[in-house]
C-alpha cells in the first residue's frame, strides 16, 4: 500500500463548498481508499491505496465527490514521498508555519511570469519556484497579498496552497 495526501481545493472557505470530513472520509472509503484521515476542515486528506497514478486518483476523488456532495472541486493528489520531498526543498525552513505557503501545481509551468510575481510582491515577501512547487515566503501573512492572489496567473497552471503547519501536519499523518 501507498500513502497519499489529497488537496481538496476550496473546501469548507467562507461558507462555501461545505463538506463534512465525515461525509468526505465515507465517500473516499466507499471507492475503496483505506486508513483514510483528515486535517482541519479544509479539504487535507492521508490515505492509503495500492499503488496508482496520482491525476487518476485525483479524478476519482473528484468524481466521487462531486456525485455524493454535489461538489465540483479540483482535486491534487501527491504520494507522501513527495510531499517529503517538497518540504525537504523548502527555501525558507527557518520561517514561521504560517508565513511559509506551499502552492502544489498541477502541472510544470511552460513560461512562468516570475517577473510580474516579484513586481507586485511587497518588501517583506520573497518566493520561489522549484518543480512544481511554489514556495510564498510571506511574514504579513497572505490575506491581502497581491502576490499571492496572482500566483496561478502569472504560473498559468491551477494550484492548491497549503502553509508549513498543515504540511507538516499532512507529513505525520
Excluded at 50 to 67: Q, T, Y
Aim: a neutral charge.
Amino acid at each position: 500500500m501507498v500513502t497519499y495526501i489529497a488537496w481538496l481545493r476550496g473546501i469548507n472557505v467562507g461558507g462555501k463548498n461545505r463538506l463534512p470530513m465525515k461525509g468526505l472520509v465515507a465517500t473516499l472509503e466507499g471507492i475503496g481508499l483505506q486508513n483514510v484521515r483528515t486535517y482541519i476542515q479544509s479539504g487535507n486528506v492521508a490515505f492509503e491505496a495500492r499503488k496508482r497514478s496520482c491525476v487518476g486518483l485525483g479524478e476519482e476523488v473528484a468524481a466521487a465527490v462531486a456525485e455524493q456532495h454535489g461538489l465540483d472541486v479540483p482535486v491534487l493528489v501527491l504520494t507522501r514521498g513527495e510531499l517529503e520531498a517538497a518540504l525537504e526543498a523548502n527555501p525558507y525552513p527557518d520561517g514561521e508555519g504560517k508565513a511559509v505557503h506551499f502552492s502544489f501545481l498541477s502541472t510544470r509551468p511552460r513560461q512562468a511570469d516570475l517577473a510580474a510575481l516579484a513586481a507586485v510582491a511587497t518588501a517583506s515577501e520573497s518566493f520561489e519556484l522549484l518543480g512544481m512547487v511554489f514556495y510564498l515566503h510571506a511574514p504579513d501573512g497572505v490575506g491581502r497579498s497581491k502576490l499571492a492572489a496572482n500566483v496561478e496567473r502569472c504560473l498559468g497552471v491551477p494550484a492548491t496552497a497549503r502553509n508549513l503547519n498543515t504540511v507538516l501536519r499532512m507529513v505525520e499523518l
